[in-house]
């Protein structure tokens, strides 16, 4: 097998080596067959051979959980060329704008809004805005990108993948060099991302796997609950295990109920961590004993590399689901696979859910290291049809972003903000401050903290723009806390150290929801106080506490919403 790595490896390597025009290049090999050590060595074997086609690599992951893990393994392999290789999160706090090193592992947010020149550093000059609009999009012009599992941004409206196809076209179209890393990638989806790519600038490679994998898949448990299962004492906390629930919530629960039983070997993933507890719990990972048992959620399905055998899951997307299959058996070649029913399809489509169950009996009959068997079985889930419906709910937002994109030109400022997405969402983030800690001084309503202090305890807090139920979440969050909030106002440097500084506001129950409009960064306490009992806000190794982000709801959305109408009238 390793000839044929070699072998897919010096072929794409050639053809970028001799591109006189954009490449976009589709790479399709199951989990677990060596994808990351091919893409590697495609970009570093340009000082060993010493053909240029590349001197920048954007390593784009579709979510911030993988980035610490896939980096560590980026800088043994960089350590042929010297080469240093950093992340770029998309931070308000650390604005890097994608020159941070020559191996730049990012998310495909932060690429994007680079590209599009809204993550961009700017400056007053003569009385007006101006930047470096065009730097980022010249640096990925002059840069090799790797795009892994990118059809995973997927959301409830396909937008996405639209938005994405666009980015995609006038990259490669202008001359750029992509490489879209996949095991799941469907036919529909594909064809999405290409559609407007010139048809001589996309070529495809497939490579099959090598390790005999069995996956014993255990389909009678689809009509129960795994937060049952988990509660009947079902895991053993001797057998190494992945556990991947599709909510925060239920992963959280999970955690709890397995930690009190099985003690420190149980470990938790999820979005709702701070960039320094996702660190040390991949740092824990790679020094774990033979029993450790990972609980998490969408969070790794990508890109976790264990010596597991055991997945319990809830059912997911098919190209979900075989993602989170992928994750076991990778060193025996044997894989028990626990698919469990759930309650509600959120946060997927229902339809998709629907699909994958009836096809549910296709996954153990076919071969996981054939990737056009693979692919069969994810296109009867993946429709046209399916797709249709899922666009035609975010049509609206669609057309603002190709709106947006099409008025971007080079030498002009970028037009108007706000116009562009792509997800239907955007990020809040909250620091998480300890008022214990030495890492920052209170100083009457000022908060002053130290920038890696800061950045490394914030949490990213997704708002979706399609319905109010993220929103209201986080303002119920912040109602709990209003006597306890700061906003950033001011960043200097101090004895060569970067400060931030925070200021206190006290925001009355109807202008807490202002707080998610008017500011990207909002420091909240890691614990409360209220009727002389204590309230964890955020615990270490378990993430931002989802029970404070509930309750009272109605009353909230009531208020958001018509907060939401004021803003629109605004604008």
């Given at each position: 097998?390793?000839?044929?790595q ?43 051979i ?34 240093h ?12 704008f ?14 994007v ?23 980022p ?13 990118a ?38 989806i594909?064809n ?10 996309v070529?495809e ?31 053993n ?15 959280q ?11 420190d ?29 990972l609980v ?12 597991i055998?055991?997945?319990?899951t ?9 993602q ?38 296709d996954?153990?009959?076919i ?22 419906e ?5 049509d ?16 002009a ?7 562009f997405l ?16 030495n ?10 903290c130290?920038?890696?202090y ?46 931030i ?5 006290k ?8 707080l ?12 409360y106080?209220?009727d ?30 018509r ?7 605004r604008?």
């Open positions: 097998f390793l000839s044929n070699a072998d897919v490896a010096s072929k794409i390597t050639d053809e970028l080596i001799n591109a006189n025009s954009g490449k976009l290049i589709i790479l399709k090999a199951p989990t677990g067959s060596g994808k990351t050590e091919i893409l590697s060595s495609i970009f570093l074997s340009q000082w060993r010493n053909k240029w086609f590349a001197g920048r690599l954007y390593w784009v992951e579709p979510t911030h959980a993988l980035l610490s893990q896939m980096r560590s393994r980026l800088e043994l392999y960089a350590k042929i060329a010297d080469l290789v950093d992340e770029d999160h998309g931070d308000v706090l650390n604005k890097t994608l020159y941070t090193a020559p191996i730049t592992l990012t998310t495909i947010d932060s690429l809004y680079g590209y599009i020149a809204k993550r961009v550093e700017t400056w007053i000059d003569r009385g007006a805005e101006t930047g470096r609009y065009t730097l999009a010249g640096l990925i012009m002059n840069s090799l990108i790797i795009l892994d599992e059809h995973l941004i997927q959301d409830e409206v396909f937008l996405g993948p639209r938005v994405l196809s666009h980015v995609l076209c006038s990259i490669v179209n202008a001359g750029g060099l992509i490489i879209l890393s996949t095991a799941t990638l469907p036919t529909a594909k999405e991302l290409t559609k407007c790519v010139e048809r001589n600038a070529i490679y497939n490579l099959n796997g090598f390790r005999e994998r069995k996956i014993n898949l255990h389909r009678d448990y689809i009509n129960k609950q795994l937060i049952d299962f988990v509660k009947g004492d079902n895991i906390c001797n057998e190494p295990s992945i556990i991947i629930l599709n909510t925060i919530e239920r992963a629960e999970v955690y709890r109920i397995l930690h009190d039983k099985c003690g070997n149980v470990l938790l993933m999820h979005s709702l961590m701070t960039r320094g507890n996702k660190e040390r719990i991949y740092e824990k990972l790679r020094n774990a004993n033979s029993s450790v048992i998490g959620t969408q969070a790794i399905e990508v890109g976790i590399d264990l010596n055998d055991n997945l319990y809830e059912i997911s997307p098919i190209d979900s689901l075989i989170r299959i992928g994750r076991v058996g990778r060193r025996s070649g044997n894989a028990n696979v626990y698919v469990f029913g759930i309650e509600n399809e959120l946060p997927y489509h229902k339809k998709l859910i629907e699909n994958t169950q009836d096809i549910l009996s996954i153990d009959k071969d996981l290291n054939n990737i056009d068997k693979v692919t069969e079985v994810i296109d009867k889930v993946y429709t046209e049809n399916v797709i249709k899922l666009s035609e709910r975010g609206t937002l669609y057309l603002r972003s190709i709106e947006y994109l099409e008025q971007l030109h080079l030498f400022y970028p037009p108007d903000e706000g116009k792509i997800r239907p969402s955007f990020y809040i983030e909250l620091f998480i401050y300890d008022p214990n800690s890492m920052c001084e209170s100083e009457s309503d000022k908060l002053i130290s920038f890696d800061v950045r490394n305890n914030i949490v990213k807090f997704s708002i979706s723009e399609i319905n109010d139920y993220s929103r209201v979440r986080l303002v119920n969050l912040l109602g709990r806390l209003s006597n306890e909030i700061y906003v950033i106002y001011k960043i200097e440097r101090k004895n060569k150290e970067i400060q500084h925070f200021i206190k506001i925001p009355k129950e109807q202008t807490i929801q202002r998610v409009d008017e500011y990207s960064l909002i420091a909240i306490p890691k614990e106080y209220k002389s009992k204590k309230y964890e806000v955020y615990t270490e190794g378990e993430g931002l506490n989802y029970e404070l982000l509930k309750g009272g709801e109605e009353t909230i959305k009531t208020m958001v919403q907060g939401r109408r004021s803003r629109r009238s604008r």
